[in-house]
């Protein structure tokens, strides 16, 4: 075979990216692409409704809460289960499930309902690229669009907790919980959900994003506000994961339960320690076990 023809081969299947001397192979479709194939051939009417961002985002809240409220109904009887909690000493009753669950759904029938009835009428199919968006325009834009929200909801937050007419009015339903569990996450006031839901459906469009960047956005966004109400703190919480407190997560927030002039931003801590509103409170059963046991492992050692 002709170098010719094995040029013509190679630069058909991959481009060559060059940084001076140095030459990377990238394959030409995104890592994304085969799965966004298959999601165009077979779910495309589904995808290019407008009532699917409703329905994902609903249904994936539902399944979060699902999974913590089973956890946290097992609990007072699975040790295994309850040394997790932050509070294990507090049960989450029967009469919590019903009363938060029963203010989730009328949220949903009175107000998501007739907003997702309105979209389905009013706004036009979603287009479906061709193309799928690449692995690392996905990921930062997953990233993007939660820096951004988390720096809206600080400030919304902020100014709620510090106008007492807004707190009174708007924010303090939210606060009738100290130690929150996941179905306080949508225990909330018509205006506090319509602005989560309005920044969550805005940001993408804000930063260009993809279709699938921003269902991937919302999903990703209703699991860590699930889980920064879930009363848990597990090793794998993405609290205990990211390095060096960036992330506040359920022991940040439920230090804001505990003390509500503290710990405003939903996600990121670095709004709060910016503010001066940030609180070194950690208040965590399982957190102290652990380190209760890494204390005694390294005396056993030495």
Not at 218 to 236: A, E, K, L, Q, R
Request: hydrophobic share 40%.
């Amino acid at each position: 075979m002709t170098c010719n023809k094995l040029q013509t081969i190679y630069c058909g299947t991959f481009h060559a990216f060059h940084v001076e001397n140095v030459s990377f192979d990238l394959p030409e479709e995104s890592l994304l692409q085969p799965f966004w194939n298959y999601l165009r051939s077979n779910y495309q009417d589904t995808l290019r409704s407008p009532l699917f961002p409703i329905v994902l985002s609903v249904s994936n809240y539902f399944l979060s809460v699902a999974l913590y409220t089973f956890l946290d109904v097992l609990a007072p009887r699975w040790n295994c289960i309850n040394k997790y909690k932050i509070h294990p000493e507090k049960s989450v009753s029967w009469n919590n499930i019903w009363t938060t669950l029963g203010v989730t759904t009328y949220n949903h029938l009175v107000y998501i309902f007739p907003a997702a009835v309105g979209q389905w009428y009013w706004r036009p199919s979603t287009p479906l690229p061709k193309d799928a968006p690449g692995l690392a325009e996905f990921v930062f834009g997953i990233i993007g669009c939660t820096i951004l929200f988390d720096f809206q909801f600080y400030l919304w937050h902020l100014l709620h907790h510090k106008i007492g007419w807004l707190y009174r009015t708007f924010h303090a339903i939210h606060h009738q919980y100290y130690e929150p569990f996941s179905l306080v996450t949508q225990y909330l006031s018509a205006w506090e959900l319509f602005c989560v839901g309005f920044w969550t459906t805005v940001d993408p469009l804000i930063l260009q994003c993809h279709c699938l960047t921003t269902w991937g956005f919302m999903v990703f966004n209703i699991w860590i506000s699930t889980d920064d109400h879930c009363g848990y703190d597990f090793p794998w919480s993405l609290h205990n994961l990211i390095p060096f407190g960036l992330w506040g997560g359920s022991i940040k927030h439920d230090a804001h339960h505990q003390q509500p002039h503290t710990n405003f931003a939903p996600f990121f801590s670095h709004w709060d320690w910016l503010g001066g509103t940030s609180s070194a409170h950690c208040h965590s059963a399982a957190l102290k076990d652990r380190s209760t046991k890494r204390k005694r492992q390294l005396q056993t050692s030495n």
